[in-house]
């Protein structure tokens, strides 16, 4: 009894094998695709943030030559 369903769980054994592998590809890819999207979002995060102290800089640049030209 035991001798059958050994050579059984034997005959399926390439194909566990391949399951095994095409489910670790598939975890590699989503962790992949998962890092890729984190660092998308952290790049726009940072250009966001430059951006906004690009624009206070030239604020802060307007509002002293505004004050520049009424002390004049």
């Known amino acids: 009894m035991f001798n059958f369903f050994f050579s059984q769980a034997l005959d399926n054994?390439?194909?566990l094998l391949y399951i095994l592998?095409?489910?670790t590809l598939l975890l590699c890819l989503g962790f992949?695709?998962?890092k890729m999207?984190?660092?998308r979002k952290a790049e726009a995060a940072l250009k966001?943030?430059?951006?906004q102290k690009r624009l206070a800089a030239a604020a802060e640049h307007e509002e002293k030559a505004d004050t520049d030209k009424k002390e004049d």
Do not use: D, I, L, R
């Open 21 to 23: 592998a095409a489910k």
């Open 48 to 51: 966001k943030q430059q951006e």
């Open 32 to 34: 992949a695709a998962m």
């Open 37 to 39: 999207y984190q660092s």
């Open 13 to 15: 054994f390439p194909v």
